[in-house]
């Protein structure tokens, strides 16, 4: 947009239970003359725009009156990304058929039948269910479609006053702009909706020693290749459930992740010395579907595989909280002070863009230990 030039800006309004468009501008008397000659246009004092309801025939005709006079910027009004996640998700019928309180607000059917339309993973599915409900029995008096952004942003700021984490005040703006957005179709309608700043934070990260102390401190081999899997091959925890003994391709030596975060495919590194130890224990516990299998079958629980952990760095005297996640972090940052190439580990991690993977630089200490400390150099009595 060229500077100084007249332009408009489209907005998602929702105003006596209807979809409207709201027509947002700087005083100009012949911004003011064109939005005047549009259909049933309406002033709102509370959203400070103009507006006319929200159909195909009303868009285009204003396209067409600011054709010449003004930039019509439609961007985050036109814009219906479907931002899907995590793998497939056969269905949230659990949270259909809960026992609720009479007073109870639960999640529309819309609410459920989009998640399972979408593919949400079920970890997603169930924290937007939760925040959501949250949400709505905060506000009881009020219909869905008639909470006005004034009214998320004061409830987000009571979140935040009430010492609610950045992660958890995040959840909830995503879980109520997922209804108001995806599922009621007016994208970015809260797209003004300030979250919390997030802070940078290092990833944590145990030491080569460490990570072989931990593999040696599980009680059995379906741990140790729980245990192994996860450093060896930098898989999430949630990935590492979903595999299937197909997914391991000896042929290649590579683990194939099928749906992982964002819903990509794609392929990491399978140790030799793993697919010998993958093979002792197929042998020991014959999985049929999942390469780690629960009871009846079913896929092994991500609560346990925490629990092993836990456990394995308590054995292994590691004075610090080990989790699955750091696991991958140090499979990351050992690659890359071994040399690895830092575009290969973005790969190997299905991490979209190298930004992403340029943090494991920061906590890589290959070349901080060959950096001499000025304090070397000083020459100090002893004494």
């Known amino acids: 947009m060229q500077q100084g030039k007249k332009h408009v800006t489209l907005k998602h309004l929702f105003i006596h239970n209807r979809k409207q468009i709201g027509i947002k501008f700087y005083p100009d ?23 006319i309801e929200n159909t195909c025939q009303n868009l285009n005709l204003i396209f067409t009156s600011f ?7 439609a961007g985050t009004f036109l814009n219906k990304s479907s931002n899907v996640r995590g793998v497939s998700l056969i269905s949230v019928d659990a949270y259909r058929k809960r026992k609720l309180p009479s007073n109870y607000r639960s999640c529309p059917e819309e609410f459920y039948a989009k998640l399972e339309l979408r593919k949400y993973s079920m970890n997603t599915a169930r924290g937007y269910i939760t925040m ?9 008096e009020l219909e869905l479609m008639e909470i006005e952004e004034n009214t998320i942003r004061h409830y987000i700021l009571s979140l935040v006053q009430k010492g609610k984490s950045d992660s958890y005040t995040n959840l909830m703006i995503n879980s109520i702009k997922f209804y108001y ?5 007016m994208p970015n309608r809260f797209y003004s909706i300030e979250r919390p700043r997030k802070k940078e934070t290092l990833p944590k990260v145990i030491s080569v020693e460490e990570v072989q102390s931990l593999i040696m401190n599980t009680t059995n081999i379906k741990h140790k290749c729980i245990v192994s899997l996860l450093y060896s091959s930098g898989l999430r925890r949630s990935e590492l459930l979903d595999l299937k003994l197909t997914d391991i391709d000896s042929k290649r030596m590579v683990i194939n992740v099928i749906r992982g975060k964002g819903n990509k495919d794609r392929i990491t590194v399978l140790s030799q010395t793993i697919l010998e130890l993958l ?7 014959k999985p049929e579907i999942y390469l780690f299998e629960g009871e009846k079958g079913k896929k092994y629980s991500g609560t346990s595989v925490g629990k092993i952990i836990k456990k394995a760095a308590v ?14 972090h140090s499979f990351a940052t050992h690659l890359l002070e071994s040399g690895t ?10 991490h979209s863009s190298t930004k992403t993977t340029e943090i ?3 906590v890589a200490i290959n070349n901080i230990q060959q950096i001499k400390s000025p304090f070397d150099s000083l020459i100090l009595n002893k004494t």
Request: aromatic content about 12%; charged content about 20%.
């Open 29 to 51: 008397k012949l911004i003011q003359t064109v939005i005047k000659g549009l259909p049933s246009v309406k002033w709102s004092t509370t959203f400070g725009m103009a507006y």
């Open 67 to 73: 054709r010449g006079i003004a930039w019509v910027n």
């Open 132 to 140: 959501f409900e949250k949400f709505m029995n905060s506000h009881p």
């Open 181 to 185: 957005e995806v599922v009621m179709e």
């Open 279 to 285: 093979r002792d224990y197929y042998r020991v516990c």
């Open 315 to 328: 054995k292994s005297n590691i004075n610090k909280k080990v989790t699955p996640h750091i696991l991958r």
């Open 341 to 350: 190439d830092l575009r290969y580990i973005q790969s190997l991690l299905g």
């Open 360 to 362: 494991y630089t920061q």
